[in-house]
C-alpha cells in the first residue's frame, strides 16, 4: 500500500505562484509514474500533469502548459506541482497519484493509488 499526502494549497491572488507536494510513504514510488489532478465544483476530476517513473518524461493539460511544472524527488518520495501565473479557472482541489508502471497517463482509472487533496483558490 501507498499512502500519499498532499500538501502546499491555499488561496492565492490572480498571477501568483503556489506549489504542492505530494508526500509518499508505506514503499518507493521512484519507479513508478506520478501525476496531478484537479477537481472544481460541479465538475469532474481533470488531468492536470504527469510524470515518468524516470522522472525524464513529463505531460501537461495543454492549458496549463508554459505555467505548471511537474517534477520529482526520489530520494524524498515526493513530487512536485510549481504553478505559476495562477487563474481564478485554476481554482480546484487539487489530487495526487501514483500508478504501478513507469509510463505516464492522464486517465485516472491507470492510477491505484490516490491522496486526499488540497485546496488551491484562485481570487481575481
Known amino acids: 500500500q501507498v499512502q500519499l499526502v498532499e500538501s502546499g494549497g491555499g488561496l492565492v491572488q490572480a498571477g501568483g505562484s503556489l506549489r504542492l507536494s505530494c508526500a509518499a510513504s508505506?514503499?518507493?514510488?521512484?519507479?513508478?509514474?506520478m501525476g496531478w489532478f484537479r477537481q472544481a465544483p460541479g465538475k469532474e476530476r481533470e488531468f492536470v500533469a504527469a510524470?515518468?517513473?524516470?522522472?525524464?518524461?513529463?505531460f501537461w493539460k495543454d492549458s496549463v502548459k508554459g505555467r505548471f511544472t511537474i517534477s520529482r524527488d526520489n530520494a524524498k518520495n515526493t513530487v512536485y506541482l510549481q504553478m505559476n501565473a495562477l487563474k481564478p479557472e485554476d481554482t480546484a482541489v487539487y489530487y495526487c497519484?501514483?500508478?504501478?508502471?513507469?509510463?505516464?497517463?492522464?486517465?485516472?482509472?491507470?492510477?491505484?493509488?490516490w491522496g486526499q487533496g488540497t485546496q488551491v483558490t484562485v481570487s481575481s
Open positions: 497519484a501514483v500508478r504501478k508502471w513507469a509510463s505516464i497517463s492522464a486517465a485516472a482509472n491507470d492510477y491505484a493509488y
Open positions: 508505506g514503499r518507493s514510488v521512484g519507479t513508478y509514474a
Open positions: 510524470i515518468g517513473g524516470s522522472g525524464v518524461s513529463s
